[in-house]
């Protein structure tokens, strides 16, 4: 295949899904002069972080944002201008299993994109070049490299396909060997109670662990509340690539199947995943580190894809208790040579033996 100038490529949702698109981007990467990211608000930053992007776009998608704007027939016409003078050779859309592409195929199209990849269950007709159909059970990031691959392009010799960010990272002002817990989700049917996440930040810091407790600007006052008196309060503290440079510092991280379970993977730290099976663990438990998973994956509300609990008392997660955090953390931080956060290549090492690894 022709090495392409320029490839434009779209996620357009949350952070930690533009985070699980990183061998992708690498993929195209290694065969394209430029790639250009078009991502979400809130995912805009993760795709700065994502070796192989040269520029980042952002753009409020009105048919994938979870809290969509109205449709803005101006506002799309300024995209498809924009695209149009981009004259990217080649884009490629990468979509969850419950999105379309078809709906940005056809502003790509309209902008003159000459060659559009995509996953596509629904009939493309004329909006796609290359329609590729997986497996829904694979992990994210496998589903999206497939894409690559099937759109001409691969890996670069020698790249293992694990998630990765840029390097070098804001360095924490904390010696390293932390246990971060991050309390909360983007999708509150995925967050373990509140009180239980203190509950645990006492059993670590009783289990001699110095505990770091990370959150957004609006998650202040929980995670003022789960750090108390024994816990290390950051939230609102840290940028993304800040948040990435904490969490390649820990031992381990004590988080819900959002953003930082994929950012702490992306850095090759260890995550006790506190998973509620409103999506499969097969596609977006943190992939290519060790692993504890936590939470009643046979529950009612598994493969519902709620947003809030569907089943009274959550029990998924509230059947998971602080004991269960701290054995976690321990089988965790034993495994990892020198037990203090060690390199990324010893990490890596370590998650093809540890149980739970993806």
Avoid: K
């Avoid at 203190?198 to 505990?211: F, I, K, P, S, T």
């Avoid at 959002?258 to 506190?274: D, F, I």
């Avoid at 438990?285 to 809030?308: H, K, M």
């Amino acid at each position: 295949m022709t090495r392409a100038r320029t490839v434009l490529v779209a996620r357009l949702d949350n952070a930690g899904d533009v985070l699980l698109q990183g061998p992708m981007v690498r993929a195209l990467a290694h065969g394209a002069e430029r790639v250009v990211f078009l991502a979400g608000p809130a995912g805009a930053a993760a795709a700065e972080l994502l070796p192989g992007v040269d520029e980042v776009w952002t753009w409020a998608c009105p048919w994938i944002l979870g809290d969509p704007p109205p449709v803005d027939a101006d506002d799309l016409a300024v995209l498809t201008d924009r695209v149009r003078a981009l004259a990217p050779d080649e884009a490629v859309v990468s979509t969850s299993f419950h999105q379309s592409p078809l709906p940005l195929a056809l502003l790509l199209r309209s902008a003159g994109v000459p060659r559009i990849s995509a996953i596509s269950v629904d009939y493309p007709g004329a909006l796609l070049d290359v329609r590729h159909r997986v497996d829904d059970d694979l992990p994210e990031p496998e589903r999206a490299l497939s894409l690559a691959r099937a759109a001409g392009f691969d890996l670069p010799p020698g790249d293992d396909g694990r998630l990765d960010v840029r390097r070098p990272l804001p360095a924490p002002r904390l010696e390293p060997g932390y246990v971060v817990v991050h309390p909360g989700a983007s999708v509150p049917a995925r967050a373990w109670p509140a009180q239980r996440c203190a509950e645990a930040v006492e059993a670590l810091a009783d289990a001699g662990h110095r505990v770091l407790v990370t959150g957004g600007p609006a998650e202040r006052e929980l995670t003022a509340a789960v750090a108390g008196t024994r816990g290390v309060d950051l939230g609102g503290a840290t940028t993304l690539a800040e948040m990435a440079g904490l969490l390649d510092g820990a031992a381990a991280v004590v988080v819900g199947n959002t953003g930082p379970a994929h950012l702490a993977a992306a850095v090759g730290t260890p995550v006790v995943s506190l998973f509620a099976p409103v999506v499969p663990a097969a596609r977006w438990a943190p992939y290519g580190v060790p692993t504890v998973l936590l939470g009643d994956q046979s529950a009612p509300c598994r493969g519902t894809r709620a947003r809030e609990c569907p089943v009274p008392g959550h029990p998924c997660l509230t059947s998971v208790t602080a004991h269960d955090v701290v054995a976690a953390v321990e089988e965790l931080v034993a495994v990892q040579q020198p037990a203090v956060a060690p390199p990324r290549a010893a990490r890596r090492e370590a998650a093809a033996t540890t149980q739970g690894a993806p």
